[in-house]
DNA sequence: ATTGAACCGTTATTTCTTTCACAAGCCGTT
DNA sequence: AACGGCTTGTGAAAGAAATAACGGTTCAAT
């Protein structure tokens, strides 16, 4: 039973999740088509691109609005500020990042974020060998400050970099503290309260469903 | 009769995708009820652990065999056991890595592929600048290497981590060295063949899907 | 103007997934 | 050896998602 939040500008209609899931899949290959001087697509041309039927392309769309020109397509510029303004693109999200070992300090560093809007403005680590060390341009600070620091900086989504077995009780603690959104990049499977929403980022389980399909490859033991 | 994991690629019952993609989970979870000290599970329990219901358990299981036992549930070894041999986690898994900036010299001290089987024997990377660099244990190797060292190695697997807007230029060149699976860590949704499985790691898009989810919270502009 | 090719938005249809429900089997207890 | 509490495996039913189909609009070319 999937409690959901309600609708924005249209109102009524419930939203599937997977649809949700593609949207970011659509302003990837948009921005792309814009820096590249298109200035209208079809569902047709973003469907080639992006390996999916235009007639899934228009669907979606179709649960957010109207955003296109019959005999014509879709105004790229346009339809990526709509875009843009549905996922909460078009405004900074402040963000923090707990557990500062080697993958932490590579997400610290890690250049793909801000440009996208997601702005890593404090570290923390449980492990005070840790504490008080500069990475990036942050003070690592002890989990004693977490919710003094997300309320002062308004952040609302945590990046999780722990061992697996401290995910957990980290997440635990960032939800008691009121985070909206956790990436978890630690391999478990973390329980959270349904408010708050929860991204697993795992290469480990990624391969695992590929050597499935790779077996029947010739690459014998 | 018994049907067999390696013969099935073009049996009867083709197994769907979403199936093969939680088998992984399974294991993760039995692998941590085993260390735990469980011998049996029930696929309620199972459920409750991932948070899906135990009939959805039953039935993906039920595409590979008869493994539970009735009134008593699934022995957990015997289980691992049999999931493992079905996705190819009984064996080694060679692969190399592209690109060594540093996501890629994250990607190869990352301490947690080794254990599930998954060996980064090699490093390659397009620009000359990198090439002769030492990595961990490995050196890094010019492009024109790739294809006799993956024949050499025996590696079917590549992780990409290259910038994006080389990704698809890089995935090409696996391709046509008989690459069978890529991990792709570039924010790009590139085009493979059928006959190549493709995973891509991005937590960019994680993010910019939750935030849809965070717009209705009073976090306001 | 008119034609025709291109294309959207939406309803209808098909396909895919999940959940339900129950016969059959296991095990400890009496 | 029979009972009762559990649990599996699996068809059938229900629910979701993807695709097809089509009326209606746009625009360029004639």
């Known amino acids: 039973m999937e409690r959901n939040r309600v609708s924005m500008a249209t109102g009524s ?6 649809v949700v899931l593609r949207l970011p899949l659509y302003v990837r290959a948009l921005t792309q088509m814009r820096d590249d001087g298109t200035s209208v697509v079809s569902s047709q041309q973003l469907g080639s691109r992006l390996q999916m039927t235009p007639a899934q392309i228009r669907k979606d769309l179709s649960y957010f609005g109207r955003f296109g020109k019959q005999g014509r397509g879709y105004n790229v510029e346009f339809l990526l500020q709509e875009l843009g303004q549905i996922l909460g693109l078009d405004r900074r999200w402040p963000a923090c990042l707990v557990g500062v070992g080697r993958l932490g300090r590579a997400i610290i560093n890690y250049p793909g974020f801000a440009p996208e809007g997601f702005h890593i403005l404090a570290a923390f680590d449980s492990d005070d060998e840790h504490v008080g060390d500069k990475v990036g341009d942050l003070d690592v600070r002890p989990m004693a400050l977490l919710k003094d620091t997300l309320k002062r900086e308004r952040i609302a ?18 939800v008691e503290c009121d ?16 408010s708050v929403v929860l991204r697993n980022i795992d290469p480990v389980l990624s391969l ?7 077996l029947d490859e010739d690459y014998e033991i």
Chains 1, 2 share one sequence.
């Open 13 to 18: 209609t419930q939203v599937p999740e997977v």
């Open 157 to 174: 989504i945590a990046i999780v970099a722990v061992p697996a077995h401290e995910a957990q009780s980290v997440i635990d603690d960032l």
């Open 179 to 194: 985070v909206k959104g956790i990436l978890n990049y630690a391999p478990v499977a973390p329980q959270v309260p349904m």
């Open 208 to 214: 695992q469903s590929m050597t499935y399909y790779l």
